[in-house]
C-alpha cells in the first residue's frame, strides 16, 4: 500500500535505506531495513520487497508502517495523555523538567527527551511530540513511575485505559 505524500512535505531516499522526511513540524530520518527496496512514484512512497519469504513480508508491512508514521509526524505529530489518579498523587512543571509528586518520600523529576514536550493540565500530563516511537516511549516511562494498582485505581494511567479492578479481601466472621 503506497504512502501518501501530502503537500509541504519531502522525502528524500539515500541510498535506498536512509529515509528523511521533512515537514511544517520538522524533520525525521531514519535508516530501514536494506532488504527492501523503497521508491517515489507521483507523490507516493513505494515499498517492494525481493521475495515472498515470511521475514521479508514482516519487513515489508514494518517499513511501510514506519514510513507512514514519519509522515504523520511532521505533519499532525503525535499525542499521548496520561491521567494521575489518588491522593496526593500530582504533576508540575518546570522548564522543561517534569515534577510529580507520587507518594514517594521525594519528588520524582523527568526532564522531556529532544522532540517531546510534555503539558500538565490538572491530573493531566500531554506528551507531543513528531516521532511516535519517543512520545510513546516517554509516556511509558512516565506511566511506569507509578503504574495503576487494580485495588484502588491509584497511579498514572492512560486516558484510553481500562484498569480491571479488583475486590479486596474480606475479614473473618
Same mark, same amino acid.
Given at each position: 500500500m ?8 519531502? &522525502?528524500?531516499? =539515500? ?9 511544517p513540524?520538522g524533520? %525525521? /530520518? $531514519?535508516? *530501514? ?9 507521483n507523490?507516493? &512512497?513505494?515499498? =517492494? ?12 508491512? %514494518? /517499513? $511501510?508502517a *514506519?514510513i ?8 499532525e505529530g ?6 494521575i489518579n489518588g491522593?496526593g498523587y ?6 522543561k523538567?517534569?515534577? *510529580? ?34 512520545v510513546g ?9 507509578r ?5 484502588k485505581?491509584?497511579?498514572i ?7 480491571r ?8 466472621k
Amino acid at each position: 500500500m503506497p504512502v501518501p505524500v501530502p503537500a509541504g512535505v519531502t &522525502v528524500e531516499i =539515500k541510498e535506498g535505506t536512509v529515509v528523511t522526511v521533512k515537514g511544517p513540524k520538522g524533520t %525525521l /530520518t $531514519r535508516e *530501514l531495513s536494506d532488504a527492501m527496496t523503497i521508491e517515489m512514484e507521483n507523490g507516493h &512512497v513505494v515499498v =517492494k520487497r525481493p521475495n515472498d519469504l515470511k521475514r521479508n513480508k514482516a519487513l515489508h508491512g %514494518l /517499513t $511501510r508502517a *514506519l514510513i507512514h508514521n514519519m509522515v504523520v509526524g511532521v505533519t499532525e505529530g503525535f499525542q499521548k495523555t496520561l491521567e494521575i489518579n489518588g491522593v496526593g498523587y500530582r504533576a508540575q512543571k518546570q522548564g522543561k523538567k517534569l515534577v *510529580l509528586s507520587l507518594g514517594y518520600s521525594h519528588p520524582v523529576e523527568m526532564i522531556d527527551p529532544e522532540g517531546v514536550e510534555s503539558t500538565v493540565e490538572g491530573n493531566k500530563i500531554v506528551i507531543k511530540g513528531i516521532s511516535k516511537e519517543k512520545v510513546g516511549q516517554y509516556a511509558a516511562n512516565i506511566r511506569e513511575k507509578r503504574a495503576p494498582e487494580p485495588y484502588k485505581g491509584k497511579g498514572i494511567k492512560y486516558s484510553d485505559e481500562i484498569i480491571r479492578r479488583k475486590v479486596g479481601k474480606t475479614g473473618k466472621k
